[in-house]
Nanobody, 125 residues
Framework: QVLLAESGGGSVEAGGSLKISCVASDYTSLGSCMGWFRQVPGKEREVVAI???????IYGDFAKGRFTISRDNAKNSLDLQMNSLKPVDTATYTCAASAGSSRGELYFGCRFAYWGQGTQVTVSS
């Protein structure tokens, strides 16, 4: 079982920036996809950004031009740089990774089998 641990969440004022990170306990067991998702109570989970094994990325419409996903295989880490944050970005942000198998939840061609606990991001106006 691979564990994903997020860090870097917190509170920031509107217009500010925040970087959140995710570290995997066993990078060698991961598949090619990693991603960030977010959710607020009462709403469905949203795709923030996904990065594929070939380095390709996909972003939610709300994240385009403001958020950047990056992956450092040497450090077993996945980062999300968030700029120009808005109060509507307030949510729990969760890291996820594929297992290189057919199990997991399907998003944009990737099955995400491993999920972190999430980190809270709060943006105040």
């Amino acid at each position: 079982q691979v564990l994903l641990a997020e860090s870097g969440g917190g509170s920031v004022e509107a217009g500010g920036s925040l970087k959140i990170s995710c570290v995997a306990s066993d990078y060698t067991s991961l598949g090619s996809c990693m991603g960030w998702f977010r959710q607020v109570p009462g709403k469905e989970r949203e795709v923030v950004a996904i990065i594929y094994g070939d380095g390709g990325t996909i972003y939610g419409d709300f994240a385009k031009g403001r958020f950047t996903i990056s992956r450092d295989n040497a450090k077993n880490s996945l980062d999300l740089q968030m700029n120009s944050l808005k109060p509507v970005d307030t949510a729990t942000y969760t890291c996820a990774a594929s297992a290189g198998s057919s199990r997991g939840e399907l998003y944009f061609g990737c099955r995400f089998a491993y999920w972190g606990q999430g980190t809270q991001v709060t943006v105040s106006s």
